[in-house]
């Protein structure tokens, strides 16, 4: 076992591996840091870019993603310790009416694997709830996906509500889901779009840079 391994493990989608690979090298004396930041997000990373190619499909990244869980359950306490600060925040959820959530869990999944704090408000969630989110969670993003043609305009209703409750500035604002393009983000006003997961995790980072 080494940091390796559990990198291998997690972009094959062996979670028990994982698991037992990331308590081995804490027990080493490995940091919480060190295996998260050279193993489960290069690893995670990777998974992106190949389903981004079409090398990988959805269930391989699901299975990465629970890998990655796996070896998170371990790590997260200690980083909690170690005082590690997540990149930013994420609120996401699938908007209201839609309650599809397949694809928000994905991106949700890829996010954390970039190192973002994911606050995840589910499926059918409202525009007031996305609004009191601003105020709770204090999040650099808000990750709205929708997979319904009927349900992109809770999208539009979402940013709005944000808007008359004087926090859109407060926040970036992503979307995606199947009937999404980036023609519809820019036409609502929308700070990011990404086409899937391994995408959206990058497009948050850069939300975030900019
Ligand atoms: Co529904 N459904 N469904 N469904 N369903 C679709 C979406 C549909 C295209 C099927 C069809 O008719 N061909 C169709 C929508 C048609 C339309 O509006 N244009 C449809 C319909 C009509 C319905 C119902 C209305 C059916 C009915 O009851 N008459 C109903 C609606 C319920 C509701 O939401 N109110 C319904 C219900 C369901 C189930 C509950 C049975 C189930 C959902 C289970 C669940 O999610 N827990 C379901 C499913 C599974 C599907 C299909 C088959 C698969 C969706 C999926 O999970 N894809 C879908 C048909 C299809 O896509 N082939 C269909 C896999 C997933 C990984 O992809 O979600 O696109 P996706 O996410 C991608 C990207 O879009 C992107 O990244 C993800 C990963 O790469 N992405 C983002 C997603 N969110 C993002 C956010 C981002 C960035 C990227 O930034 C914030």
Not at 65 to 71: D, F, K, L, V
Not at 125 to 138: C, K, L, T, Y
Not at 152 to 167: C, P, R
Not at 185 to 199: I, N, Q, R, T
Request: hydrophobic share 50%; proline share 4%.
């Amino acid at each position: 076992m080494s940091i390796e391994t559990i990198y291998d493990a997690v972009l094959r989608g062996d979670a028990p591996t994982a698991k037992a690979d990331t308590q081995a090298e804490l027990d080493a004396g490995a940091s919480a840091e060190q295996i998260l930041n050279e193993a489960c997000i290069p690893a995670m990373t990777e998974v992106g870019r190949l389903f981004e190619i079409g090398e990988k499909f959805v269930p391989e990244m699901l299975i990465a993603a629970r890998a990655m869980n796996s070896s998170m359950e371990l790590l997260k306490p200690l980083l909690a310790e170690e005082g590690i600060e997540q990149i930013g925040t994420v609120v996401v959820g699938t908007v209201a009416g839609d309650l599809h959530d397949i694809g928000k869990n994905l991106v949700a999944m890829m996010m954390e694997g970039a190192g973002f704090k994911i606050v995840d408000l589910g499926t059918d969630v409202s525009p007031a709830a996305f609004v009191d989110s601003v105020s709770n969670d204090s999040p650099d993003i808000i990750a709205m996906s929708a997979l319904l043609t009927t349900t992109t305009k809770s999208i539009i209703a979402t940013i709005e509500a944000l808007e008359e409750a004087g926090v859109r500035g407060q926040v970036k604002v992503m979307v995606g889901g199947a009937p999404i393009t980036q023609d519809f983000a820019d036409k609502v006003g929308a700070d990011g779009f990404a086409p899937d997961a391994g995408s959206a995790a990058r497009k948050a980072k850069e939300l975030l840079a900019a």
